[in-house]
């Protein structure tokens, strides 16, 4: 195999072992994220005595996702985000594989990361109209140091907020 011989290369190759790391992280973090909701949601204790677990791969079966109870929507938020950022995560690495502008792709990728956030996140009006009402100071607090489920919550719509910001700037610019 041949060495890389410009900056860029290398970029492009840290950016791409990056990317798969992701993904690998994300489809093995979704087995994770299913196991814990089936034990969640498993309601027969002598099942739950023996350690035993149905796990659903699909999540078309949760029906009544309680967004007021934070676990769970962060669990069922994470297994969407593992479901369909793989796919994205592959189209992008590939367009990097073939020489495609690493900026216009990396802009690319985060785009459609933001619209799968955007989807799965669109029920979580109480979360989002909670975050106007958060001081500034823990906001920063849970960007840095998050705790628990409900803090991770706030994060993800935060990067959403910020996202949002950055493309209403953009748009302004123009």
Do not use: C
């Amino acid at each position: 195999m041949e060495m890389p011989k410009t900056t860029e290369e290398l970029e492009r190759i840290q950016i791409i072992n990056k990317l798969n790391k992701y993904k690998s992280n994300l489809e093995s973090n979704r087995k994770k994220f299913l196991i814990k909701l089936g034990k969640y949601y498993e309601k027969d204790r002598s099942d739950k005595e023996k350690g035993i677990y149905k796990v659903k791969d699909e999540l078309k079966d949760i029906k009544n996702l309680n967004y007021s109870n934070p676990y769970e929507a962060y669990l069922v938020s994470q297994i969407k985000i593992g479901e369909k950022l793989p796919n994205l995560l592959e189209k992008h690495i590939t367009l990097l594989e073939d020489g495609d502008d690493i900026d216009h792709t990396l802009e690319s990728f985060e785009f459609e990361v933001y619209k799968v956030k955007k989807a799965i996140y669109r029920d979580m009006e109480e979360w989002e109209a909670l975050i106007d009402h958060i001081p500034d100071y823990r906001l920063f607090e849970i960007e840095v140091n998050p705790k628990g489920p409900g803090d991770l919550l706030i994060n993800e719509l935060l990067w959403i907020k910020e996202y949002e910001k950055r493309l209403r700037e953009n748009y302004d610019k123009k």
